[in-house]
């Protein structure tokens, strides 16, 4: 799988652009900001982006989605945060954004292909009601819910420091320990990097 990590706007979010090589077809999972930033890259690959994924719905992640002009999906429990600056915490930062509405609502267990790939739609809440993992073979982007030796902060509104321990345990750390994992925000990691030195989960 063509995978192409972008770190963009001022928190450093990674937005991903990711799928088929040979079609030239992707996803960009998140793109929470520098819009010509990204659209280089992909004019400079020859890319097709297909749709927009966004992994939850705050302000750092979804920032450039308008810019695109293309499909919007979100899992159905955070779409409106796309609309909401409040809830997707922009007006915090004093930019108020409001982006597009979402095209599509993902749920659980969704698979999303993308030439001669898939990603599948793991919902794992706790940093926000609807934040979603995207799995595919031996690779996981992981959004704000897992990070190398961290997780996602869960002390703003609609957060659950309980609800992202389970998505965690039960749902990441029953993956193979050679999974690597692509977070939101800073370097990839693994599984088993995580059950060994994550120290969040205990």
Request: proline share 5%; net charge negative; aromatic share 8%.
């Given at each position: 799988m063509f995978i192409k990590k972008i770190v963009v706007g001022p928190l450093e979010s990674n937005c991903y652009l990711a799928g088929d090589e040979d079609t030239k077809e992707?996803?960009?999972?998140?793109?929470?900001?520098?819009?010509?930033?990204?659209?280089?890259?992909?004019?400079?690959?020859?890319?097709?982006?297909?749709?927009?994924?966004?992994?939850?719905?705050?302000?750092?992640?979804?920032g450039a989605n308008k810019e695109f002009g293309i499909p919007v999906w979100i899992h159905s429990l955070d779409a409106d945060f796309l609309t909401d600056s409040s809830k997707n915490l922009s007006g915090v930062f004093g930019f108020f954004l409001k982006t597009k509405a979402a095209s599509r609502l993902l749920k659980d267990g969704d698979i999303l292909?993308?030439?001669?790939?898939?990603?599948?739609?793991?919902?794992?809440?706790?940093?926000?009601?609807?934040?979603?993992?995207?799995?595919?073979?031996?690779?996981?982007?992981?959004?704000d819910t897992l990070f190398c030796e961290g997780v996602g902060r869960?002390?703003?509104?609609?957060?659950?420091?309980?609800?992202i321990i389970s998505s965690i345990k039960e749902k990441l750390f029953t993956l193979d320990d050679d999974y690597v994992i692509y977070p939101g925000h800073g370097p990839s990691s693994t599984i088993r990097n995580e059950k060994i030195n994550n120290p969040f989960i205990v």
């Open positions: 992707i996803y960009i999972i998140d793109p929470g900001g520098d819009y010509k930033k990204i659209n280089s890259v992909i004019d400079k690959n020859s890319l097709k982006p297909k749709a927009i994924i966004n992994t939850h719905g705050h302000g750092d992640h979804i292909d993308i030439g001669k790939y898939n990603l599948e739609v793991i919902h794992t809440p706790g940093h926000t009601p609807g934040s979603i993992c995207l799995k595919t073979a031996r690779i996981i982007f992981t959004g869960t002390d703003f509104a609609y957060g659950s420091q309980e609800d």
